[in-house]
């Protein structure tokens, strides 16, 4: 897995294009993560094996970091030149931060032209029917959402908008409590 994040990530440094990407590439990172600090852990820290996964995993952190905050950068600037992302290139992570940051650009956009048209501004929270908003109270761990996509890994006073029906569950439970974003 390492060669295939140095790949991907000198690819994205080197071109100003967006590189595609398995839309699995995020979930296989943290897989490898979790591989290389659960091996860490077991091994002796000043062992010549140990110092070599605490290197690896300082790599591969920094690649991580690098990659996703270079990915976002161009899927925002795609946005905010009023251009359509290839999506065949985008991770599913991304793709969900790509719909969000696109209807936030679209509420942006109306609020513009209605101001510069006169028209009182109106805010309407696109993209949120049929989901709440919620801060995380006890630690939950990764959900099945009624719209069959994933959510969480949840720790406390994480905020996460949630399908209503998974949302009104976890607060029922007294895991969650209801944020108000009107």
Known sequence: MYDELFEAWRKEKETSDLQRLPKDFYAKLADYMRRIREERRMMDEESIRGKLLRREEENVRRMISDLIQTRYKKISQIIAKREIAP????????????????????????????????????????????????????????????????????????????????????????????????
């Open 87 to 182: 999506l065949t290139a985008l991770t599913e992570e991304e793709e969900n931060l790509y719909n969000g940051l696109s209807s936030h650009a679209e509420t942006y956009n109306t609020l513009l032209k209605n101001i510069l048209q006169g028209r009182k501004p109106k805010i309407r929270h696109p993209k949120t029917k049929g989901f709440m908003v919620v801060r995380i109270l006890k630690e939950i761990p990764q959900i099945v959402g009624s719209d069959m996509k994933t959510y969480g890994p949840f720790k406390p006073e994480d905020v996460a908008a949630l399908p209503e029906e998974n949302a009104k569950a976890l607060i029922k439970q007294g895991a969650a409590t209801e944020v108000d974003v009107h």
